[in-house]
């Protein structure tokens, strides 16, 4: 919580006047949006994951695409690829923050346990892509096809869980859009991986960001 | 139906956007005072007589924090206050309906 005033103050009542049915439902409406607004993290964050996917996942995919042999993505791509995860994280935390200030209770308690969630499925995720390095697995099948792939459907499979027990069906079909890409991107290789995976996720963000649009400009339905 | 069927503790402005705000918020979620001040524009005087009121008929439920200048209070709807609000928009769309 954010709050800083006292409520101690006693105060008079303003009423605000007589309200007819139809200004009832279209204030009834447009505080619904209002509110809807404040409290969802904006499209344009999801719009910011596009882009990472779009361009990091395809610099990656770019730096490989003539290789016969694989030796893996160049230097300046891998850097890119995680200047643009960096930058992207640190704005949509912005937004969230903005989103979630002031607000308390169970909807903190839920991000917490969340958060948690995801970065143990990451990091399960990461420390087996290690373990199979380690038993001589091949550098195009770790980090040419798992790399890119298997981590993400890890974050997408602990969010999904959350989404679900949520009741968040745009969030739920996103997370379930990403575990099949990227799930399938792997039949086709280290270039499959990283370009199929790359364009896939960053269609299905795309697409999540029109449908969070959407619903945040739809009115409820009491005139109709 | 008549407008008399719409719950007269929620049927005025003030009163009404604070159940709908806080109605957007999940179950069980609270609001800082000062947030939910900010999204209304109300005083806080005002919007502390509203909160009362409505905290009166079991609708809301207000929880402090702290003391003195460094007290937080916050805000949530409560089952009653939610099934009220869902109550009136339906008493209010069948009201609109026989328009």
Redesign the interface.
């Known amino acids: ?7 101690d ?9 007589e ?4 200004q ?2 279209a ?2 409406e447009q ?2 949006i ?3 607004r ?2 969802a993290p904006p499209p344009l964050g999801a719009v910011l994951g596009a882009g990472v996917f779009f361009f990091g996942y395809g610099a990656v995919w770019w730096s490989m695409r003539d290789q016969h042999v694989y030796s893996g993505p160049a230097g300046w791509a891998i850097a890119f690829l995680y200047l643009l995860i960096v930058a992207s994280a640190l704005v949509s935390r912005r937004f969230l923050a903005r989103a979630t ?7 903190r308690r839920q991000m917490a346990g969340m958060g948690a969630a995801v970065a143990a499925a990451g990091i399960g995720a990461w420390v087996v892509q290690g373990a199979l390095r380690y038993l001589g697995v091949s550098f195009k099948i770790v980090y040419g096809v798992y790399g890119p792939t298997v981590p993400l459907i890890a974050l997408a499979a602990a969010a999904a869980g959350f989404a679900a027990a ?1 009741e968040k069906w745009p969030e739920l079909g996103l997370a379930i859009a990403i575990i099949a890409i990227a799930s399938t991107s792997t039949f086709f290789g280290p270039l499959g991986a990283w370009g199929l995976t790359g364009l896939g996720c960053g269609i299905a963000l795309l697409v999540y960001a029109a449908v969070l649009t959407v619903w945040l400009r739809r009115p ?4 109709r | 139906m008549t ?1 008399d069927a ?1 719950d007269p503790l929620i ?4 009163r ?2 604070i159940l ?2 806080l ?15 900010n ?1 209304l524009d109300l ?9 009362r ?1 409505l905290e009166d008929a079991d609708y809301l439920s ?1 929880q ?2 702290g003391n ?2 460094a ?4 805000v ?1 709807l409560t089952h009653r206050g939610r099934a009220a609000l869902d109550s009136y ?1 339906k008493a ?2 069948d ?2 309906a026989g ?1």
């Open positions: 919580m954010n709050g800083s005033h006292d409520t103050e006693t105060g008079t009542i303003d009423e605000g006047g309200l007819d049915p139809r009832a439902a204030l009834v505080t619904t209002q509110a809807r404040q409290f200030t002031g607000v308390g209770g169970r909807a949520q409820p339905s009491v005139q | 407008a719409l049927h005025v402005p003030a009404l956007r709908v705000t109605a957007a918020l999940n179950d069980g979620d609270t609001l800082s005072f000062t947030r939910l001040q999204m005083t806080p005087g005002n919007l502390i007589t509203h909160l009121k207000t402090k924090t003195g200048v007290s937080l209070t916050s949530t928009t209010l769309r009201l609109l328009i």
